[in-house]
């Protein structure tokens, strides 16, 4: 009986031997940890680009606070502390739009880097995965962009806690001075026992001009029927005299890092569409500073639900409230992110219900991130 012993090619498919790390297949579509790393140092040593995340994300902050800091320790009689409720909005707000076009900036070099260096030819020749190439940029990418963002914010809530004054005991709004800590119930029977207050004041609904004193019982009608508004009037004012806690400042934390990464996501998509990396970063600050403001806070009647499409629209909505109360965004109300976070739109844009909240920022991360792997999947090598 003869044997044929097997082929070269028929060995080297089988099952490893004991002992030996079976090598992951070139062609599977999920990346491997080298091929994330690889990215994410092929990015890394890009130091202009690292300098100017740097720039946009972490300095911002740092002189923000740095300089307040300095100023308070040098003469406290004149400046005050360092930290406050409306500063550390302030802060975030800027980090959240700084940050938001520093990882845009980012998506798009990830996107664009093969292409621009002439590596997308040889990258596909070696059998690799398309989807794979694509996909190893996400957690390459984030993994600098998340960082930063965290550091910066981690750097606005250590000011916040421990350079900012005592929270007050009382919550001023329209003129009225009521205790904090009350509940709608209990705001109703305090401006009620006070109506003094309500006549000096400049309550909504209360009669009032030059020469009207409004009667008790007017006082006590008005009252009643806007009790609802006064009290949302009331807890945002309350939240934007209050330092955050420290539940409120991990809510506000993840909504920041939620956008940064959304704005990377498209970032990537969208530069891996069009293969330009500044025609994509342009787009993009465009929209962040331009386009969504605009849309925003000038309503078209048959074009809202066009309106609530953009992203930043939807991110509006799920702000948090320790954040978009002591940024303008109090008196309108809690939004549908009043669901998830405490949400409590700043651009003043009519609410969406939460469904369509979340289905706009979930259509914008799996929409471009898609667009962008069928981009690369396609193109010629």
């Not at 009669?207 to 006064?230: E, K, L, M």
């Not at 605009?294 to 702000?319: C, E």
Request: hydrophobic share 45%; charged share 10%; aromatic share 8%.
């Amino acid at each position: 009986m003869t044997t044929t012993e097997p082929s070269l090619s028929e060995g080297r498919s089988g099952a490893p031997e004991p002992g030996q790390r079976r090598t992951p297949r070139t062609g599977a579509w999920l990346p491997t940890w080298d091929l994330i790393t690889t990215k994410n140092l092929e990015i890394r040593r890009r130091r202009g680009l690292m300098i100017t995340m740097v720039v946009l994300i972490i300095v911002p902050t740092v002189l923000f606070y740095g300089l307040r800091l300095l100023f308070h320790a040098v003469d406290p009689h004149t400046y005050a502390l360092a930290g406050s409720p409306g500063f550390f909005s302030q802060a975030t707000n800027l980090t959240d739009e700084f940050g938001f076009i520093a990882a845009a900036a980012l998506g798009a070099a990830a996107g664009t880097t093969d292409l621009t260096d002439g590596m997308f030819r040889h990258l596909v020749i070696t059998g690799r995965s398309r989807l794979a190439l694509y996909l190893a940029r996400i957690p390459a990418g984030l993994a600098i962009t998340v960082p930063l963002v965290a550091l910066a914010f981690v750097m606005n809530c250590l000011v916040t806690s421990y350079e900012s004054p005592p929270n007050p005991t009382t919550v001023a709004f329209y003129g009225v001075t009521a205790p904090d800590n009350l509940d709608q119930a209990g705001l109703q029977t305090w401006l009620l026992q006070h109506p003094q207050q309500e006549i000096n004041g400049f309550l909504p609904g209360v009669p009032g001009g030059p020469g009207i004193t409004p009667t008790p019982a007017q006082v006590r009608s008005a009252v009643d029927q806007n009790i609802a508004s006064y009290y949302s009037d009331y807890t945002a004012a309350e939240i934007s005299g209050s330092t955050p806690a420290i539940n409120e400042m991990a809510k506000i934390g993840l909504w920041l890092e939620l956008d940064v990464g959304i704005a990377f996501l498209v970032g990537l998509g969208l530069g891996s569409l069009t293969g330009q990396r500044t025609t994509t970063t342009i787009l993009l600050i465009a929209l962040e500073i331009i386009v969504t403001p605009l849309l925003a806070r000038t309503q078209l009647p048959y074009f809202i639900d066009g309106q609530r499409l953009l992203i930043g629209v939807a991110m509006d909505q799920l702000r948090p409230a320790a954040l978009a109360a002591a940024s303008g965004g109090g008196g309108g109300g809690p939004g549908p992110g009043h669901i998830l976070f405490g949400g409590r739109g700043a651009l003043g844009f009519p609410p969406m219900p939460t469904w369509a909240m979340i289905s706009v920022i979930v259509g914008w991360i799996v929409g471009w991130s898609g667009i962008g792997a069928w981009r690369m999947m396609t193109r010629d090598a």
